[in-house]
C-alpha cells in the first residue's frame, strides 16, 4: 500500500464519520457546518483522485458558497421566526 | 435505538454496495480504467493539434467540443436565478440584519482580501484553458468575494442592476460568439481564431474569450442570488 492509498482511505473514514454526524446533529447550523467540513474533506479527496477541476469546483461552491447560503436561510428563519411568537 | 437503526441500515447497504461493485467489470479499480472505452477518443486525438489547443482537456471538452451542453448548462443557472428574483423579489427591500457589529478591523481587513479573492478569481478564470479551473469556479468565486462584503460591512449593497446588465451582456456575448463560428467556420460555437501555441496565455481560439464571458455571467449571477437571499420586505 502506497502512502497516497493509506492516506485515501483514512480521508474516506473521516468522511464517513462527518457524514454520520451530519444527519445525527442536533441543531440544525451544526449539521450546516459539518457539511461544510465535508465538502472541504472532499477537496483533498479529489486531488488525490487526480481530479482538481472538480477539486476547485467542489472547494468554492460545495464548501462556499453552499454553506453561506444554508446559514443565512437559517438565519432568517429563526429570525421570523422570532417576530412571530 | 433510531440511531442505531440508522446505523445498521447504512451498514447493510454499504455492503450490498461494496458487493456488487467489487470486482465488477463496470467498475474497475482506480487508475486501471480504459479511457479510449469511456471518452471518444477522437478528443485526445484532437486536442493535440490545433482544433481546439486547450492545455487542459477537461476544458477543450467543455468549452470546445461540446460548447453547446456548456451554452446549456449556463442557461440551467440562468433560470434558476430568474426564479430566486421572481420568488424573493419585492419593491422596497431593505437589507437583512446581522445580530453582530462590524467593527473597523472587520471592514477593512475584508477590503483586502476581497482584493486577493477577485484577483484568484481573475486568474482561474483566465487561465482555464491551461491550469485547473475556468468559467464556473472563477464565477463563484468572485460571488464570494461579493458575500464577504455583504458580511463585513452592513451598509454595504451591492449594485444589482450593473449585475443585471453584466450577466445579460455576458450570455448575449456567448451566443453570438457561437453564431460567429457559424459564419466564420462550419458549426455553431465552432473555434474560428487561430489556436496559437499550446501553454501560452493567448491561445486556444475562443475558449479564453467563452470562458471570461461565462465567468462574469456566472459571478453576477449568483451575486444576484445572494442580493435576494440577504435582503427582505421592508416592513412598514
Same mark, same amino acid.
Given at each position: 500500500?502506497t502512502?497516497?492509498?493509506?492516506?485515501?482511505?483514512?480521508?474516506?473514514?473521516?468522511?464517513?464519520?462527518?457524514?454520520?454526524?451530519?444527519?445525527?446533529?442536533e441543531k440544525?447550523?451544526?449539521a450546516?457546518?459539518?457539511?461544510?467540513?465535508?465538502?472541504?474533506?472532499?477537496v483533498?479527496?479529489?486531488?488525490?483522485?487526480?481530479a482538481?477541476d472538480?477539486a476547485?469546483? @467542489?472547494a468554492?461552491?460545495?464548501?462556499?458558497?453552499?454553506t453561506?447560503?444554508?446559514?443565512?436561510?437559517?438565519?432568517?428563519?429563526e429570525r421570523?421566526k422570532?417576530k412571530?411568537? | 435505538m433510531?440511531?442505531?437503526?440508522?446505523f445498521?441500515?447504512s451498514?447493510?447497504?454499504?455492503?450490498?454496495?461494496i458487493?456488487?461493485?467489487?470486482e465488477?467489470?463496470?467498475?474497475?479499480?482506480?487508475?486501471?480504467?480504459?479511457?479510449a472505452?469511456?471518452?471518444?477518443?477522437?478528443?485526445?486525438?484532437?486536442?493535440?493539434?490545433e482544433?481546439?489547443?486547450?492545455?487542459?482537456?477537461?476544458?477543450?471538452?467543455?468549452?470546445g467540443?461540446?460548447g453547446?451542453?456548456?451554452?446549456?448548462?449556463?442557461?440551467?443557472l440562468?433560470?434558476s436565478?430568474?426564479?430566486?428574483?421572481?420568488?424573493?423579489a419585492e419593491?422596497?427591500?431593505?437589507?437583512?440584519?446581522l445580530?453582530?457589529?462590524?467593527?473597523?478591523m472587520?471592514?477593512?481587513?475584508?477590503?483586502?482580501?476581497?482584493?486577493?479573492?477577485?484577483?484568484?478569481?481573475?486568474?482561474?478564470?483566465?487561465?482555464?484553458?491551461l491550469?485547473?479551473g475556468?468559467g464556473?469556479?472563477?464565477?463563484?468565486?468572485i460571488?464570494s468575494?461579493i458575500?464577504?462584503?455583504y458580511?463585513?460591512? @452592513?451598509?454595504?449593497?451591492?449594485?444589482?442592476?450593473?449585475?443585471?446588465?453584466?450577466?445579460s451582456?455576458?450570455?448575449?456575448?456567448?451566443?453570438?460568439?457561437?453564431?460567429?463560428g457559424?459564419?466564420?467556420?462550419?458549426?455553431?460555437?465552432e473555434?474560428?481564431?487561430?489556436?496559437g501555441?499550446?501553454?501560452?496565455?493567448?491561445?486556444?481560439?475562443?475558449?479564453?474569450?467563452?470562458?471570461?464571458?461565462?465567468?462574469?455571467?456566472?459571478g453576477?449571477?449568483?451575486?444576484?442570488?445572494?442580493?435576494?437571499?440577504?435582503s427582505?420586505?421592508?416592513?412598514?
Amino acid at each position: 500500500m502506497t502512502f497516497v492509498e493509506i492516506l485515501l482511505l483514512v480521508i474516506s473514514v473521516i468522511l464517513l464519520v462527518i457524514a454520520f454526524m451530519a444527519v445525527t446533529a442536533e441543531k440544525l447550523i451544526h449539521a450546516v457546518l459539518y457539511l461544510s467540513a465535508l465538502s472541504m474533506l472532499s477537496v483533498v479527496a479529489f486531488v488525490l483522485l487526480k481530479a482538481p477541476d472538480v477539486a476547485i469546483t @467542489e472547494a468554492v461552491i460545495g464548501s462556499g458558497i453552499i454553506t453561506a447560503l444554508f446559514v443565512f436561510t437559517l438565519l432568517s428563519v429563526e429570525r421570523k421566526k422570532g417576530k412571530t411568537e | 435505538m433510531k440511531k442505531l437503526v440508522g446505523f445498521v441500515v447504512s451498514l447493510a447497504l454499504a455492503l450490498v454496495i461494496i458487493l456488487t461493485l467489487n470486482e465488477s467489470a463496470l467498475f474497475p479499480a482506480f487508475g486501471e480504467v480504459d479511457l479510449a472505452e469511456r471518452i471518444s477518443s477522437q478528443y485526445f486525438n484532437l486536442a493535440q493539434f490545433e482544433a481546439v489547443g486547450s492545455a487542459n482537456i477537461v476544458t477543450a471538452i467543455l468549452a470546445g467540443y461540446r460548447g453547446l451542453d456548456t451554452l446549456g448548462e449556463v442557461t440551467v443557472l440562468f433560470i434558476s436565478s430568474i426564479g430566486v428574483a421572481f420568488i424573493m423579489a419585492e419593491q422596497t427591500r431593505k437589507r437583512i440584519e446581522l445580530d453582530y457589529k462590524a467593527n473597523f478591523m472587520l471592514r477593512t481587513g475584508s477590503r483586502l482580501i476581497v482584493s486577493l479573492i477577485l484577483v484568484t478569481s481573475f486568474y482561474i478564470i483566465l487561465h482555464g484553458h491551461l491550469s485547473p479551473g475556468g468559467g464556473f469556479p472563477g464565477g463563484t468565486m468572485i460571488a464570494s468575494a461579493i458575500l464577504l462584503l455583504y458580511l463585513a460591512d @452592513e451598509e454595504f449593497r451591492s449594485n444589482i442592476r450593473g449585475f443585471k446588465i453584466l450577466e445579460s451582456l455576458a450570455g448575449t456575448f456567448i451566443v453570438v460568439t457561437g453564431l460567429l463560428g457559424l459564419i466564420f467556420a462550419s458549426a455553431f460555437l465552432e473555434n474560428f481564431l487561430p489556436s496559437g501555441t499550446i501553454g501560452e496565455l493567448v491561445s486556444g481560439g475562443i475558449i479564453p474569450i467563452i470562458y471570461i464571458l461565462i465567468g462574469l455571467k456566472v459571478g453576477s449571477e449568483i451575486s444576484g442570488i445572494i442580493d435576494h437571499f440577504l435582503s427582505e420586505e421592508e416592513t412598514v
